[in-house]
């Protein structure tokens, strides 16, 4: 099967092969992403989950977690900190 796909104007060919490749690359990143989430600690886990998986706001992540608003911001970027480098020591 081939499939051609527009990305920025631009054609790109895919084969079954290049399909495969890329659904296993992302099988693997999404098992090595879940493994960095769990090892976060569970008050940085916490916010990360709330913000960028549920989408709340900082105002109610804030409100759920009964902390201020600058706290959240710090936890988040502590949290992401944190599971970027889990992420490269595992590549």
């Known amino acids: 099967m081939f499939i ?25 990143l999404k098992s090595i992403l879940n493994d960095a989430i769990r090892s976060l600690p569970e008050i940085y886990r916490t ?12 105002a109610e992540t804030q409100q759920c977690l009964n902390i201020s608003g600058v706290n959240v911001k710090v936890r988040l970027n502590r949290a992401k900190a944190d599971a970027q480098g889990s992420v490269i020591c595992s590549l």
């Open 4 to 28: 051609a796909v527009k990305k920025r104007g631009k054609s790109i060919s895919m084969n079954d092969e290049k399909i495969e490749n890329i659904i296993l690359l992302n099988g693997e």
């Open 47 to 58: 916010v990360f989950v709330m913000r960028e998986i549920e989408d709340m706001s900082v």
